[in-house]
């Protein structure tokens, strides 16, 4: 059976895993394992018998991930920044 395995920080985790506030900050070890469907035992690959872990839906969106870096200040600015920069770039003397 193929697996993957891989020590990774828990920070990269959190947009996917609730995790227990002890695996905040720490390296853990990943280990991803095929699932049997033919077992009905696994039926959920969500479930888990312990109710520290649980498994948040993986959404693929960058909407709002830049936000920690956005400068109010310079939003008026916005408005004609590519002409502005074409015109400083390209400017014939």
Not at 50 to 59: E, F, N, Y
Not at 78 to 86: L, S
Request: net charge negative.
């Amino acid at each position: 059976m193929d697996f993957v395995r891989q020590v990774i920080d828990s920070n990269a985790l959190m947009p996917i895993l609730s995790l227990p506030p002890s695996f905040h900050g720490v390296q853990v070890e990943v280990i991803v394992l095929p699932v049997d469907t033919k077992n009905d035992s696994l039926s959920a690959p969500h479930s888990f018998s312990d109710s520290a872990v649980s498994v948040k839906p993986v959404t693929h969106s960058a909407y709002g991930r830049l936000k920690a870096y956005a400068n109010p200040s310079l939003i008026p600015e916005e408005k004609g920044a590519w002409e502005k920069a074409v015109a400083e770039k390209y400017a014939v003397y």
